[in-house]
């Protein structure tokens, strides 16, 4: 099984218009946020619907040294996963989704009904947590919101595009569930699985 994206090249940078921040001058600011585009083909016989992820695996684990002015994060850091997406229930039959067509736009306190292919269920991502506390933007965040590394990460973040080929219709994941509760209810039903990454930065010196 394979995948690709039109929106970047597998190991390139992504695009600004497929991320939630941008750099605006000497600042930085929120970005169009749009899904990139994905197909995907060979899928193995028996494939009954597809889960996809999409995992920053660079994201710094020292929080209150994001933006903060006159810090930078160093490279080697430890690093988690933030998740920016995690999409589970997509028919047998879908083998592509357009750019723009899942997410167009950051939408304070998260989207209530993100849209997807019919039937696909969408669950929260990791802005869910990162914004918690702050007023003008806390709430569920669901479905696709694209890259926002900080400004000040000396690293440049790779952000993985995850897809699995399903032996069920339906994964055992309700409610707004996670990434982790997808991969944990994936166990043992995983016939194949492909993936294509893009890099993101903000910092001053790797923007792009």
Not at 62 to 87: L, S, T, Y
Request: proline content about 8%.
């Amino acid at each position: 099984m394979k995948i690709r994206s039109d929106s970047f090249d597998n190991g390139k940078p992504i695009p600004a218009e497929f991320a939630a921040g941008q750099r605006e001058g000497d600042g930085v600011g929120f970005a169009a946020n749009r899904n990139p585009h994905l197909a995907w083909e060979g899928e193995p016989e028996g494939t009954r619907s597809f889960a996809l992820l999409c995992i920053d695996t660079d994201a710094p684990t020292v929080a209150e040294m994001a933006g903060k002015d006159g810090v930078e994060i160093p490279v080697d850091q430890p690093r988690a996963d933030f998740v920016h997406w995690a999409m589970v229930d997509i028919p047998p039959d879908v083998s592509e989704i357009a750019a723009g067509s899942c997410s167009d736009g950051v939408v304070p306190h998260g989207k209530a009904e993100p849209a997807g292919p019919a039937g696909a269920r969408q669950g929260r991502n990791d802005y869910t947590g990162w914004f918690a506390g702050n007023a003008d933007l806390e709430g569920t965040w669901r479905g696709y919101d694209g890259p926002f590394p900080p400004p000040n990460d000396l690293r440049v973040h790779r952000y993985f595009f995850r897809l699995f080929a399903l032996d069920v219709d339906r994964l055992p994941v309700d409610g707004d569930f996670s990434a982790a509760d997808v991969l944990q209810a994936m166990q043992a039903h995983v016939l194949a699985e492909a993936s294509v990454h893009g890099t993101y930065s903000l910092h001053a010196s790797k923007a792009g």
